[in-house]
Structure formats: C-alpha cells, structure tokens
C-alpha cells in the first residue's frame, strides 16, 4: 500500500538554527500519525513544509507516491490537504457560515453553504449553528468550525496542531471521536500535540523530533507516557512533588469583583470572591473565554475598581494600578506572552525592566535605568529557568513560544512575590519546561507566597493546586480541596452542561465516565 | 524571483545604512530627472547639496542652514516623542503659532522697558503658549476619546486665524499707521534673540533645538520616561500590564511636543522673523513631521534630517534661482528623498532573497 505522505530528506535552515534537519518520515492512509517534540524540536516547520508555507531547502515529499512540492497553501488545499491551527484565524463579528466562506477559494451561495456546513458538522458529531456570531462561540465551538471549514474542503491529510488546548475533557472526547470516524473514512491526521496520554489514546504512529531531527519512530499504544517523554525530552522526566504543608495567613481576598468587560465579546467578572493563604496554590480552571482574562487583570490592576473588591494581606488594593500592587508583592504573569506579557520587537532585557524595574531596583534615584542591573536580571532568569537564546539583547520575538513562556515566568518569580498570579503557565510549552515550571510553582509556595494559577489543563491544575475553583461564564465556583476531586465532580463543576451539546444529565454523565476510562 | 523574509531582530547595520542609501537613489532619481528637463544634473546636485556648504556664497548659505534647520529640529524631537508613544499631534505649526503669540505679547506688554528678565519671561510664556494649545487636543482625547489627530490639526486653522486677529488687532504696532503686524522685536534688544555670533545663523533657537536633542536622548535611552514611551507605541497592552498609565502619557507627550514648538515659534518670532505677522507661520511645523520621521525618531537622526531637509530648500531655492530649475522640480526632488527613506526602510527589518522558481 503506497503511503498517502512521504517526507524524505526535508531540511529548513533559519539564520542561526537548523529548524529540521534530514526529517523523513510517512503517513499510510487511514493513518492518525503523532508528531511529538518539545517546544523549538521543529514540529511547526515540518507542518508549515507540507502545508506549502515554507519552502524546504533540501529534501522531498511525496503525496500518493507523486512529488509534491505546495508552492503555497492553496495548491497544498487543492492537493488534499487541510490545516487547523493552534491559534484560531476567525472574525467574531461574523457569522460561523461567513466565516467558513471567507477561507473558500470558490464558496458557494450563503443559504447552500450553510447547508453544507449543518450536514458535514452532524456527520461528524460537532453540531455548529451556521447564523451563530463566531464571537459568541467557546473556543471548542470556534475549533469546530476551523474543522468544518477543512471538511468542507474534502481533505485526504488533516493537520492538526495543538487542538486540544483550549478544551474540555468533554469536548476532547467529542473531538477524538470525529478525528476516528475521520479516519475510518480513510482520512489521514497528522497530529501535533503535547500530551502523550492522548496521543497513545488516539495515535497509530509517531515521529519524535528533538532539535529538529527525527529521534524515533513508534507506535504510542506499545510505549509508556514516560517514555515518549524522555525520547522527546532525550531525559528521564522530573515529575513535581511536594508535600502539602502548613498554609499561613490570608494573603489575597477577593470579594464581590465584578467587571464590566473590557471588549465586546469579553466576559463579565459576575461577583467573584474566594480567599488564597500563603503557602498555598489556588487552581482556577474553565475553558478559555470564561474570564480568565478579566480576572487576571482586575488582580493585576490592570482593570482596577473599588478599593475593597481585592485585598492584599487585609489591606483594600482593588483601586490601585499595577505598580503599586507590584511594590506590595502582588505580580502577575498573563496567558498572551507576546504583545501583553512581553513586548515583541523589544529585547529581554528591556523586557525584564518591563514589569521588573521596582522590585529589582532596575532604576536609580529620578528614574534613571540601570542598564547593566536590568542586563544581570534578564541573565539570571535566562539561566535560572533554561530560557534557550542567543543572548539577553535578542527580542521578544525571536524567541519560540515555550523560551519565552519560560523568561517571563521566571521574571515574574525571581521578584520573590508574596502572592503570584499566573494564566496558562506552561500553555504550549514543552514537556520538561512544563514540569520545571510546575515546580517552581510548587517551590514558591512551599517558600511561603501564596499563588493562583489560572488553566485550562486540568492535569496540570490537579498537579499543582491545593484547592480547585471553576470559572464559568464570569462566574466562580466555590474553591474545594484538589485531593479526592473526582473527574465528575470537577467536570461538574466546570459548568458542565455549558456550551455542550448534551442536553440531559445521563449522557453528560456517560460522557465523563468514558473521559475516565480514557485517563485513569 | 525576489523574496522578502523578516529578519528575527531588525537589523542595526542597514538602520544605519538606510539613510545613506536613500539620499544616494535620490541622487540619481533627481539627476534623471533633471536630465529629462535638460539641465545638468551634476551641477544640479552640486548646486543643491555642495554650494551651499562648501561653494562661493557659503558663507551666506551657512547661517541660512542652521536658521532653517533650528527650529525644524526642536519642533521635531517633541513630535518624536509622541510618535514613538503613539500619540499623533499632527498640529505642531498651530503650537508654533500661538507659542510666537504668548512670547511676543508678554515681550510687547513689557515695551520699551529694559529688564534682563523679559527675554527669560518671554522663553517661559512661549512654551506655555505651545503647551496650553496642545493640551486641547490631549485632554479632548483623554476625557472623550477623541481623535487628536484631527483635532491637533484642525487647531492649526483656529491658530492661523488668532494669528491674524492678533497682526490686525491687539499685538498691532501703534506706530506703523495702519500696518498689520506687531513692533519689530529685532529693534527692541530686551525682547529679542539675535545671532549670538553674527553670520553664523546660530540664535538661542539653535542653541535650545541643541539641548532638546540631548535631552530627548538621554530620555529615551537612559530614563524610565523614555522606556515607557517606547513601550507604550509598541506594545499598548504590554505598556498596560507594564503600568504605563495612558493619560499620563498623552498628556506628556503632547505637552512636550507642544512646548517645544510653543519655543520654536517663540524664537522664530523674536530672531529671525522679528514680528507677528499674518504671514509669520511657513509650514516648520508641518515639515517637522517629515523631519523626524526622516530622523527615525531618534534624536541624533533627527538632528542630521532637520540639517538635511534645511539643505534641499536653501540648496533648492539656490538651484531655482542659478539654473532655473521650477519650484515644481525641486518640490519633486524633496519628495523622492523622503520616497526613498521609507522604501529602503524595508531592509532593516527584511532581508532580501533572490530565490529560483522551482525548488522544493
């Protein structure tokens, strides 16, 4: 049988790093083949190659043992294959079927497309309203219609990148469920992904990648987790541990926080309150765009409001802006690291000034800046959290996703904050990054600050938090003890029935069960 | 085929080369283009960039240079400051203007007494002046949002026309019968600002657009002010979550770029000018927009752009009178060199590939 995808030989050089070098590898139809490696293996280059938007220097591909060679992604479109990306490219002010049409090459009348596009989405088990505002829509609803809009397009290779980060266990189920029938269509998936319980639950092949070469070739099903971790990382993991100690004073009372929100399809904060001692990790889950944001900002003093909505170690601080709550110990890390925790085209180290100038004493008497202090500092974090760069004058930008993940948590922890609030830590970063983030969550509350961290990775969340609280619609639920929380109880929790296409609580039930049986 | 690839980080050698290569292609594009009008464009070029530096009637070119190029640069480096924040105060003349009105009525009010402290008093009340007006636009934009594009530049008319009204009216010389326009500020030696060494061009104007480059650069590259103004035009949500607070920042940097230009006009009006007249404003305000993007923002560009730009007028009126070259023409060639600049910007932050069609 003639594979649907070969990748012989393919190299990509960038200035200064070899993204992938000598990658080969095949797809046989039918196929739902994993593509693993830590954050700057090269996964996305080799993806961006065979969907046409980077050229390879050296190497070949082949698609039905003919060479293939996309000069752009529409001849790879045309050619059978289909993307969805990890960062959704949708307009919110317009509709699911408006949508889907303005990334056709040919779309066919409105009211025929949205027909189309009701048939494909039942097919397929991903139920999508057509005339729905895409602003309104979770973002497991807005992935489903980046999928139908690849269906529609008929595809015989489907990439998927990352598309489980930002759903719940409910909506992974849904999604896993569609990719089978998928591919017992005869469809090929090349999958990228992080977790590896999930690849070894869905995947029939994989390709490991590490600094761009390709480490392994495997069936997931016969290998451990762990295993896949150490060829991907190239060492045995370290797993976070530590011991639940004694939990100190109050440090951080929220009480009756509501927000306006701050754009139109934002979500309203609706009267949240719930209490963090020291030595303590608060884990607020919920599927993204459920306020996660606004509540990010309206700690971090971003958005500020009446004095007594926050208050720190008892003192009223919700009126004040970021820096004064920055002097009391009050830092932040939010979710978006380029463009709002770091500035792109800046370099590191005018990016550790950024939020760092006060604490670390970055600035002399009259605001001077004291270049070589601010130098040391992004130094110290660069060695202190493995951020992997040429050097601290290289910007924002240059820097993958995870790196840069890495620098702008260690900034926010080497300020020795009494009480850190962190959105999506280790959100696309790899596994080994992960975990040494993780730790050093779990490090600074054992040292005593007390520490909130909003995810969406429920795995995570359960790893790291003494107690669990669920953000849903603007609203928070009531913060219970991590240990002993079941699957249901937390899925439950999470708002269940929202945004999920089932409408009594059996089927829900049933589906939380087989999320379990899936992730003992 | 060419390709464009974005470079990791800009690249530091062709921010710097850029320039260069922008007034080069200007100087070939112009000296086709005087060619085509049959003149020669060497002795066109010469005329324009060398003679008025270096040729027989430099020593009159010379001083012209720095008098043009004062307050361009003064005006300029404030306008920066903005910009680089994102903050448009497109109305700078019309700050020009009014610091020319405050600095002139507060030296007239004065008249014909001798204080050493009317000129300093006349210096405070043109910043003032600047100031007060770019302060409309920025408080309009703080409380109401409001556009201070247009509403910067739109002052700029109410400006020309209060400049008129003051020529006709209250600022109007008493002993002129009838005359618009106010006492010659040159003839009174308490409120004017002569050639601090006669021929050279240079008056406290020159001297001030000096300090301010200085000054911007140390706030820019030293000060936390600068760091702030910076982040805030790269990055808003960055400078947000940095604790950049925006009001604050408009109203310092429209308050800076006003000031400076409220100078600008001061010392125009009491130097080289010598009096309000309706006719006192001639576009410094606007060009010094040009002038500082010339200058990449950045204060020492800014400096050789506002000496830059002096040169293609003084050098252009020079070429319009000597071998008749139309206005239209040297207009022409003003607008190439800026054409030029931000074409050839594109390499700092691009590399060119020449890439064969049919690699896989």
Redesign the interface.
């Known amino acids: 049988m003639t594979d649907l995808l070969s990748v012989q030989g393919l190299t990509k050089a960038?200035?200064?790093v070899v993204a992938n070098d000598d990658v080969s590898f095949s797809i046989a139809p039918g196929e739902i083949h994993a593509l693993l490696g830590e954050n700057g293996a090269g996964k996305s280059t080799l993806v961006k190659m065979v969907y046409g938007l980077v050229?390879?220097d050296t190497?070949?591909?082949e698609l039905f043992g003919k060479?293939f060679?996309p000069p752009e992604p529409r001849s790879a479109r045309a050619a059978g294959v289909a993307m969805v990306f990890q960062h959704f490219s949708l307009f919110e002010a317009l509709t699911v079927a408006e949508n889907v049409g303005l990334g056709m090459e040919n779309p066919p009348p409105l009211g025929q497309l949205s027909r189309e596009i009701r048939e494909v989405s039942h097919a397929y088990g991903l139920p999508l309203d057509p005339r729905r505002l895409v602003g309104d829509l979770s973002a497991g609803e807005r992935q489903r219609v980046e999928i139908v809009r690849c269906l529609l397009q008929d595809p015989k290779l489907l990439i998927m990148d990352e598309p489980t980060s930002v759903l719940t266990p409910q909506e992974v189920e849904i999604l896993f469920a569609t990719l089978n029938k998928l591919k017992a269509e005869g469809t090929s998936i090349l999958y990228i992904s992080h977790k590896l319980e999930e690849i070894r639950a869905l995947c029939d092949g994989a390709t490991i990648l590490r600094r761009g070469k390709v480490v392994a070739s495997c069936d997931p099903r016969e290998n451990s987790a762990a295993e896949l971790a150490e060829l991907m990382v190239g060492e045995a993991l370290q797993v976070p541990d530590r011991a639940p100690g004694e939990t100190g004073k109050v440090v951080l009372t929220v009480a009756g926080l509501t927000s306006e929100h701050v754009d139109t399809f934002g979500t309203k904060l609706q009267n949240i309150g719930f209490e963090v001692r020291a030595g303590e990790v608060l884990g607020i889950g919920g599927v993204a765009g459920n306020g996660q944001d606004e509540l990010l900002s309206a700690l971090?003093?971003?958005t500020i409001g009446s004095p007594e909505t926050v208050r720190f170690r008892g003192k009223p601080v919700g009126h004040l802006?970021?820096?004064a709550r920055?002097r009391l110990g009050m830092l932040s890390a939010?979710e978006?690291r380029l463009?709002?925790?770091?500035?792109?085209?800046?370099s590191l180290v005018?990016n550790a000034?950024?939020?760092g100038?006060q604490r670390q004493k970055l600035?002399s008497g009259g605001?001077?800046?004291r270049?070589g202090a601010a130098r040391s500092f992004a130094e110290e974090i660069i060695a202190a959290f493995d951020v992997r760069t040429p050097g601290a004058h290289?910007?924002a930008?240059?820097l993958s996703g995870g790196n840069l993940q890495k620098f702008v948590i260690g900034r926010e922890m080497l300020q020795r904050p009494d009480l850190l609030i962190v959105n999506q830590p280790t959100w696309g970063v790899d596994a080994s990054a992960a975990a040494a983030i993780r730790q050093a969550l779990l490090d600074l509350a054992s040292a005593g600050a007390a520490v909130v961290v909003i995810s969406q990775d429920l795995d995570e969340l359960m790893e790291v938090s003494d107690r669990f609280a669920a953000l849903n619609a603007g609203h928070l639920s009531a913060p219970k003890p991590a240990r002993g929380l079941s699957m249901e109880q937390i899925g439950l929790m999470l708002g269940g029935a929202h945004d999920m296409d089932v409408a009594n609580p059996d089927e829900a039930h049933h589906i939380i069960e087989t999320y379990e049986e899936g992730h003992p | 085929m060419i390709r464009l690839e974005k470079r990791p980080t800009p690249s530091r050698a062709w921010t710097y080369a850029t320039p260069v290569l922008a007034v080069a292609l200007t100087m070939l594009a112009g000296g086709l283009m005087f060619a085509a009008l049959g003149k020669n464009p060497f002795l066109a070029i010469k005329t324009i960039f060398y003679d008025p530096i270096l040729g027989e009637f430099a020593f009159y070119y010379r001083g012209q240079l720095l008098v043009k190029a004062g307050p361009l640069i003064l005006i300029a480096v404030g306008l920066a400051m903005g910009f680089k924040a994102g903050i448009w105060n497109i109305g700078a003349e019309g700050q020009y203007i009014m610091g020319a009105i405050f600095g002139a009525a507060v030296g007239l009010a004065f008249y014909p007494a001798e204080h050493w402290y009317i000129f300093p008093l006349m210096v405070i009340a043109g910043a003032i002046g600047g100031l007060l007006w770019a302060m409309i636009p920025a408080l309009l934009k703080v409380k109401f949002n409001t556009n201070e594009i247009l509403v910067s530049l739109l002052l700029v008319y109410v400006a020309e026309q209060l400049l008129a009204a003051m020529a006709l009216g209250a600022l109007r010389n008493p002993d002129a019968t009838g005359f618009p326009g106010s006492r010659n500020l040159q003839q009174y030696p308490a409120a004017s600002n002569p050639e601090i060494w006669a021929g050279t061009g240079i008056h406290m104007g020159v001297v001030a657009a000096l300090i301010a480059v200085i000054f911007a650069y140390i706030l820019l590259s030293r000060h936390l002010m600068g760091f702030h103004i910076q982040l805030a035009g790269q990055s808003p949500k960055a400078a947000r979550f940095g604790g950049v607070n925006p009001t604050a920042l408009v109203v310092f940097c429209m308050g800076l770029s006003g000031a400076l230009a409220g100078l600008a006009g001061m010392f125009e009006v009491t130097g080289p000018a010598g009096q309000i007249a309706i006719s006192f404003n001639s576009g410094y305000g606007f060009t010094a927009i040009i002038v500082a993007f010339l200058g990449r923002l950045h204060p020492i560009g800014i400096l050789l752009a506002g000496l830059l730009m002096a040169l293609t007028y003084i050098g252009g009126e020079a070429a319009q009178a000597t071998l008749q070259i139309p206005a239209a023409a040297i207009q022409a060639f003003q607008g190439m060199l800026l054409f030029f600049l931000l074409g050839v910007d594109v390499l700092s932050n691009y590399r060119i590939r020449l890439v064969k069609e049919g690699v896989a």
């Open positions: 960038y200035p200064g050229k390879p190497g070949k591909m060479p060679a971090s003093g971003e802006p970021p820096n920055r939010p978006e463009g709002h925790a770091a500035a792109p085209d800046m005018e000034i950024l939020s100038w600035t605001g001077f800046l270049w290289v910007a930008r240059a």
